[in-house]
């Protein structure tokens, strides 16, 4: 293993520091901000909307209380009974997140990137 694997690299959004793993997560969850996540969305060729603002929000949320990053099921299942039965689909996440759900969720929400996701 060379002595950058385990070197983060630094990130500076409007004047503040975020510190990321080697795959570009947020180090620290505390120092998460809006700013940082409409960044790192449009590097990905994202506008957040309102829909992905909610799922963010729910994602830091559910860390808060877990300790973890939901997973997709936990995700749909929010969808179902918090938005709109209707929407509460993988396939609806994937609308929303094209590059994979619980990465990119996790990756906005200045979570650490899930250990299982689609």
Same mark, same amino acid.
């Given at each position: 293993?060379?002595?950058?694997?385990?070197?983060?690299?630094?990130?500076?959004?409007?004047?503040?520091?975020?510190r990321l793993d080697q795959a570009g997560y947020l180090l620290n969850h505390l120092c998460w901000?809006?700013?940082?996540?409409e960044y790192m969305a449009a590097k990905q060729g994202l =506008? #957040?909307?309102?829909?992905?603002?909610q799922l963010i929000e729910?994602?830091?949320?559910?860390?808060?209380r877990y300790d973890d990053s939901p997973p997709m099921r936990a995700l749909v299942?929010?969808?179902?009974? =918090? #938005?709109?039965?209707?929407?509460?689909?993988?396939r609806y996440l994937y609308l929303l997140f094209p590059d994979g759900p619980g990465k990119q969720i996790s990756l906005f929400a200045g979570l650490p990137k899930p250990v299982s996701c689609i």
């Open positions: 293993m060379s002595d950058t694997a385990n070197q983060s690299a630094v990130l500076f959004i409007q004047g503040e520091e975020y901000k809006k700013a940082f996540a =506008e #957040l909307t309102p829909d992905h603002w729910f994602a830091r949320h559910h860390y808060a299942k929010w969808v179902q009974k =918090e #938005l709109d039965e209707g929407k509460g689909s993988s």
